[in-house]
C-alpha cells in the first residue's frame, strides 16, 4: 500500500477499519 492516507477513501469505507485500529492501539497503549 502507498502513502494515500490523506484520501477521502479513509474515510469512506475504511473509517470503521480505521477506528477499529485505533481502538486495539488505545487498548496496547494503556
Excluded: C, H, Y
Excluded at 494515500?4 to 477513501?9: I, N, S
Excluded at 473509517?15 to 481502538?23: E, H
Amino acid at each position: 500500500m502507498t502513502e494515500e492516507w490523506d484520501v477521502p477513501t479513509v474515510f469512506g469505507t475504511d473509517a470503521k477499519v480505521v477506528n477499529s485500529i485505533q481502538r486495539a492501539a488505545l487498548r496496547l497503549t494503556r
